[in-house]
Each structure stands twice: as C-alpha cells, then as structure tokens.
C-alpha cells in the first residue's frame, strides 16, 4: 500500500475528526469498521474515542435493520448521526468526513439522508488469467486486475479493502469482481474457485460493499457436464439451483449474478429457442430463496451484420428484443441496459427501452472506464453527460434516474495502478459515479468541487482548485470537439478503439457505421425515410428526433444523414462544424496543459508529473484526430475550411 494514492481519503481529510471527542453507540461488524476509522483518526490526530461530553455522536439507534440511511445535525456543540442500519452509520461517518470541519460549525437542524437508488455497483471487466487479445482487464486502463492475479486471486488484499473504503466514501455498495465475458478459467469461479471470490467477497465487507459475480449461462454444460443450458429443462435448473445454494454457503451475503448471454459471441437461451425472459427467471429462481439479483445485460445485437444492409440498424436492437418481455420478468431478475443504444460513445441519446419497459427493473449501465473517450490518457470528466442522462425525462416525467429502480451500474475504471485509475484526474468519474448514483439529480459540478477539495485539499478559488475546475470542468465537450463529430460515435481504431480511424468500422460488421460520401454525413434513422429507430421513442422525443430542423445539433448525425451544408441550428453548415470543432477541441487541450502546468507546486510532484505526461499523450492524439477528420472531410466534400485554416 506504501505510495499508493489515497485518492479523495487523504489523512487530511480525517482530521475534524481526528482532532474531537467521539461517542460510537452501536454492534456489529459495521459498527466496528467506523469505531476503527475514528480510532485511527484520533491516534494520528489526538482526539478520542469518548463516552462522555462528546463532540461527535455516531448512532446506530437499536437492531441493525440493514437500512442505508442517516440523520445528522448538530446542537448544543456536538454533531450527532444516528442511523437505524449499520451501514447507514458508515454512509453518515464519510458523510461528516466530507463535511470536514464544517462539520463542527454552528447549528444544524437534524437532515436525513437517503440513497436514492438501492444498488450502486461497479462492473469490473477483469480476467482472473490474462486473455490473449483483451488482457487483465478488458478495456482496462489502470493497470492489472485488483482482485487477480497470476492466475488467481491476490493472496495480500489489503488494497482490495482500501479499495472497499474509498468506495464506501463514495457510496457504492456492490462490486462484481469479473468480466462479463466469462472465459474458462473465469467461468470456475462459479463453482471449485469460489473460495477465492469468498476472499475478496470478505475484503469488500467491512465497507458494506456485496460482491457479485459474472457467470456463462453455459455453465451447466462447461461445468456441470450436462448435455444442455436450456433454461427451461429441469436438470439444468436443478443444477443452477445447487450451484447458487453452494455459492451462498461461501458467501452469505452474495449480491448475484450478472449475466451477458447472446451478445458478441457469449452463450445465451437463443441457442434453445428460449426467450431472454426464460433465460434470467431460470437464474432468478435459482437465486431468490437466498435473497440474490440477476443483472442480465441488454446488450444484445446482430455483431455480424453485412455493412451492406441498410435496414439492420443496431441502435434498434435492443428495445426490439426486449421491449416485447416488459412485465415477464421476476422481480429478482434486472435488466441491465446500457445509457445509450450504441456503446458508450462520447454523444449518444438516451436508450428508448429505459422509458419503454413499466414493468420491469432497469439498472442503468454507465461506463467509468474511458474505452471510447480517451482511455485515461485524456482528461475527460463524465459527470455532465451522465448527470445529463440521469436527468432525462425519457418517459413522460419520469426521468432516468428514477426509472433507473433495479440501480446504477458503471464498468469500473480502476486497476492495479498506484494512481488508481491510471489517470489520476479520471478518480473524478469514479467519485462522480458513486454520488450520482446516491443521488442522480445532485448537481455534478457540485460533486466536482467536493471532489477537488477533499482530493487536493483546497477550496474553491485557492490552491489548485480553480486551475482543477477548469481543466475538468468542460473536458467532455472538449473531447467530443475532436472526435467524431454530431454525435456520429466511433470513427476510433478497430479493435483497442484508441485514436481516429474514419473508417475504421465503416466496411465492418459491427454495425456502427457514419455513411460519410461526397455529398453529406450520418445515419438516416427516421421512421419516414429511415430505419425507424426515432419511432422507438415516446412523445416528445419521437417528434423531435424525426426532423432534421428539429433534432438538436449534437445529434444530428446519429438521427439523419445530411449534407455538408445543411445548417444548424448554431448557425454554422455541418463541414463548418466539423472543421471549427476540431480546431477548437485541440486548442482547448493546448490550455488545460498549461493549466496543469501552472499547478506544479501547488499539486504533489507524482500525481503533478503523471498528468502532465498523459497532458502530452492527450495533446498528440487530439492533433492527429484533428487533422485525420478535419482532412477526411476536406477530401470527401472537396469545401475548404472558411477561415483557410491548414488541411491536408
Ligand atoms: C465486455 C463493448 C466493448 C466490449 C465489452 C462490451 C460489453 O463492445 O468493446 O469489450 O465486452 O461492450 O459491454 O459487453
């Protein structure tokens, strides 16, 4: 653990703390975590853990109901938390350390607080063995695996449980430790490994964290040796039934299982002519008489399209499969979906299938891991696009957030790396994420700010904090300046999708294709001339998707194919854009590392020079996608930039 950043719990941030007199009334594991950290505050701080004239009371009012709420307010001198759960005791102690010495100022009327959804979960893609094309960790930025290691899992899991604590502080509360696409080794996890995912399961619990994990729905074959998965066959629920009464015995508080079946080559109950209902009900029984979830993904498309066909259109996809299913599923089975129809792209619109599915359990599927938005080596703070889809009111005032009743779900971004997330300014989106997921309307720049200060130690407008602000504040929308343009999406390099390849997907079968030609750019998706995707949506959405005069300008490439001198409604022609964009994106990089620059001293000098070496990483890319989409649409549409700018 020596140098290893302590990211937004710096031993600074205990000091309010550390510095009081603090009485802990309550039992039990959880109790005992938050005695611990207010002990150990008081020992490098000297305050004390006290029984009388307290400072500070944290609560647990009688038996730990399992709730994850807190009160707090502060009277006559003293701040008081008091929860009816353990783990709303643990949320209430970061809650004060957040605070810091505001903590201890004044009076406070008693204020309650409340996640508002129950499931707050990151997603690791990590391989227990190495995969030979995808690595540790698929789509890993940050290092190796956590949680494996050399084949297995990490004997000293220290860092798995400082991981657990910085978690908590954010206020995620479940982790499923492996890849979604469950590969060999990975799949035994499930069965003769599970003592190791007991391990890390044990590791994660002291911070309130349950551990859940990704398994192959043709598990009853690969490793129960039965001749079929089919989810309807007695023998193979009779298998999963066992296997998930064997799990609980490891892992009494196992969150479940999540399941990505029939999508991108992983197996699925397709192949028995069965339904993705059958498919996570069969999972679902399996789990409910030990009080578990199925997340079963809804990423699920044609991965072998011929770039020909113009009427398959991935974006359809999924709410074309599953929409049909709305109301057949249990009530332990949640249908995972990603944000965006597509994958995570720096512009998508919100998936229809959230606003389109009453009666089923949604989690919404963020992605903290950069894969399409500069892979940790650019800054690209996510907190406005995904405060943005939150926000959305996708179903007649209802917006996602709150459709969102099965949780938030993002695929994680951390590794074995010193800075956590390779990096360091991407910590931000991890930070983000758990706040967002507490509480999906809060304001992010907000969380931002409470983010600076209590990572780098400054209020707003001294030390770093200003130079931080603006160097993250506006990163997407710098990143999006200067990649694929109008929310179009990929145009990045096949298979690691690092950097610009115009065409890069454009003759694949992927699906994710810009139709770019002399004349004009996008995806016709309209229901009138189009394929119908627009249609997907619910009033008022529909209706202004379908229009080009009426789609909003960032995307207006994923709705229609233009030309390059249709107009927006900024005032510019699509080429003008496009050009503009790009220049300015790279300008904007060209500042923040100056930014960044100023800040030394002022930041430590590792975390100061590991930035500032992916500043110039980031600075490089942004130039070559500069130059590679701004020349690849000079050549196409044969307009020259207006303001003579160099193209070549
Ligand atoms: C884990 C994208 C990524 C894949 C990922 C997949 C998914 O296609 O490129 O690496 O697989 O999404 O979400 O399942």
């Known amino acids: 653990m020596q140098g290893v950043d302590p990211a937004w719990l710096p ?344 606003g389109a599915m009453p009666g089923t359990r949604l989690a919404v599927e963020l992605q903290a891991t950069q894969e399409y938005t500069g892979q940790q080596r650019h800054v690209c703070w996510l907190g406005p696009m995904w405060s943005e889809v939150l926000r959305c009111e996708i179903a007649e005032g209802s917006p996602v957030g709150a459709l969102a009743r099965g949780g938030l779900v993002a695929v994680s971004n951390v590794g074995d790396d010193l800075f956590w997330t390779g990096h360091p300014l991407a910590q931000a989106n991890l930070y983000t994420f758990g706040r967002l997921a507490w509480e999906p309307g809060a304001d992010p720049h907000r969380i931002l700010d409470e983010w600076i200060r209590l990572s780098f130690g400054a209020g707003p407008g001294s030390g770093p904090a200003a130079g931080l602000r603006s160097i993250l504040d506006g990163s997407w929308r710098t990143y999006e300046k200067y990649t694929a343009p109008l929310g179009v999406g990929f145009m990045v390099q096949p298979g690691h999708h690092y950097g610009p390849s115009v065409d890069g997907y454009e003759y694949s079968p992927w699906g994710t294709y810009h139709f770019a030609d002399r004349d004009g750019v996008g995806v016709d998706r309209s229901v009138a001339s189009g394929t119908g995707y627009a249609g997907q949506y619910a009033k008022p959405w529909a209706e202004l998707y379908e229009s080009p005069e009426t789609c909003p300008d960032e995307l207006l490439l994923f709705f229609h194919h233009v030309s390059y001198d249709h107009m927006l409604k900024s005032g510019k022609t699509v080429i003008q854009h496009i050009y503009d964009t790009h220049f300015e994106g790279v300008a904007e990089v060209e500042a923040a590392r100056e930014v960044w620059g100023s800040l030394v001293g002022l930041v430590d000098p590792a975390r100061h020079a590991r930035v500032a070496e992916r500043f110039e990483e980031q600075l490089r890319s942004a130039r070559e996608w500069r130059d590679q989409v701004n020349s690849y649409f000079f050549r196409k549409s044969g307009v020259p930039d207006e303001r003579g700018r160099r193209i070549y």
């Open 11 to 354: 031993d600074g941030a205990f000091r309010p703390i550390g510095t009081r007199r603090t009485l802990i009334r309550g039992t039990g594991p959880l109790v005992d975590t938050v005695r611990g950290e207010v002990t150990e505050a008081c020992a490098r701080f000297g305050g004390a853990v006290v029984q009388d004239d307290p400072d500070l009371v944290l609560e647990l009012t009688g038996e730990d109901d399992g709730g994850e709420a807190f009160t707090c307010g502060r009277r006559d001198g003293c701040t008081t938390v008091t929860a009816t759960g353990a783990r709303g005791l643990l949320y209430g102690f970061f809650h004060v350390v957040r605070l810091g010495e505001a903590a201890f100022l004044g009076e406070t009327e008693p204020q309650h607080h409340r996640p508002e959804l129950a499931l707050r979960m990151l997603d690791h893609w990590d391989n227990v063995a190495v995969h030979p094309v995808m690595g540790q960790v698929e789509r890993g930025y940050a290092g190796g695996s956590l949680f494996w290691a050399d084949g297995r899992a990490r004997g000293d899991l220290e860092r798995v449980r400082a991981y657990g604590r910085l978690l908590a502080a954010c206020g995620i509360n479940a982790v499923a430790v492996n890849n979604v696409n469950v590969h060999a080794a990975e799949a035994r996890l499930l069965t003769d490994r599970i003592g190791e995912v007991a391990d890390i399961a044990g590791a994660l619990r002291p911070y309130g964290i349950r551990t859940h994990l990704s398994v192959t729905f043709a598990a009853p074959v690969v490793l129960g040796g039965l001749e079929t998965a089919d989810p309807l066959a007695t023998e193979v629920r009779e298998w999963w039934a066992g296997a998930a009464a064997r799990v609980y015995a490891a892992i009494p508080d196992f969150g479940g299982f999540v399941v990505k079946a029939d999508s991108e080559g992983q197996p699925g109950p397709f192949a028995y002519g069965r339904s993705h209902a059958d498919g996570a009900n069969m999972l679902a029984a399996a789990l409910a008489p030990h009080g578990g979830t199925v997340h079963w993904r809804a990423f699920v498309y044609d991965h072998r399209q011929d770039w020909r066909d113009r009427s398959t259109d991935r974006a359809r996809a999924a709410y074309d499969h599953f929409v049909p299913l709305d109301g057949e599923f249990a009530d332990n089975a949640v249908l995972q979906v990603k944000h965006g129809p597509m994958d995570f792209q720096v512009r998508e619109p919100v998936s229809p299938l959230i």
